[in-house]
């Protein structure tokens, strides 16, 4: 049923999760696995150094949640290809899923206050909306 699936991944605990399920998704349908964790870029940068600067920390910060993630693949028997974007979250992320012929999409689900979702919205509520594939949400 499905031929390639992408985990989107910050490392929190629903990204986890959500790497838990796509493992036996991509097992059970014999899929292509990809995993994007993206480097998000400040808004509004005051120069190039800060937009580097935050690409180094990002760097230090992402290299041990991919390779624990690739580990966990390996341990379930499936090949992990693993991507890192720069930019903004959604915006990244549907892009690459449009890039790829992506067929499903597995994201966690991270709770937040109900002011916050009014205030600031969701990652995973941008996803749903603007993703060009199916989207499964992982609790």
Known sequence: MYKRILIASDGSPGAAHALETALSLAKLHGAELH??????????????DEVAEEKDEADLRLAPMIAAARARAGEAGVELETHVAAGHVAQA???????????????GFMGHSQLYERIIGSTTDRLVRLAPCAVLVVK
């Open 35 to 48: 995993m994007i964790t993206v480097e998000e870029l400040p808004r509004f940068a005051a120069s190039i």
């Open 93 to 107: 992320v549907v892009d690459f899923v449009r890039g790829h012929g992506i067929d499903l999409l597995v994201v």
